[in-house]
């Protein structure tokens, strides 16, 4: 199982990114999806989650509104369209298998990808 996120980098407060989580090794399809963010300092927080067809997505309130998770089942990648970013959204973002909030039913992670929000 192999989860390879992409797309972070230094934007400014208002502006946006798109990250994008590559799986490989497992049947995509077959499962739910997770983003979960850890900024400097602090513990891992979910964010958003999928379910394995994509019809369901669930957001945390910090970002419900501003971000949108969905997947292609057909690419085996999971995204994460990321708007009206603000410095506290500033955190390691990692994708998850396996579960769409509960980080201790998620059994695989990726490395993450970093997000940096400043002027």
């Known amino acids: 199982v192999q989860l390879v996120e992409s797309g972070g980098g230094l934007v400014q407060p208002g502006g946006s990114l798109r990250l994008s989580c590559a799986a490989s090794?497992?049947?995509?399809?077959?499962?739910?999806m997770s983003w979960v963010r850890q900024a400097p300092g602090k513990g891992r927080e979910w964010v958003s989650g999928?379910?394995?067809?994509?019809?369901?997505?669930y957001y945390a309130d910090s970002v419900k509104g501003r971000f949108t998770i969905s997947r292609d089942n057909d690419k085996s990648t999971l995204y994460l369209q990321m708007n009206t970013l603000k410095p506290d959204d500033t955190a390691l973002y990692y994708c998850?298998?396996?579960?769409?909030?509960?980080?201790?039913?998620?059994?695989?992670w990726g490395k993450g990808t970093l997000v940096t929000v400043s002027s």
């Open positions: 998850a298998r396996g579960a769409v909030r509960s980080l201790r039913l998620m059994d695989y």
């Open positions: 090794g497992f049947t995509f399809n077959n499962y739910s």
């Open positions: 999928i379910n394995s067809g994509g019809s369901s997505t």
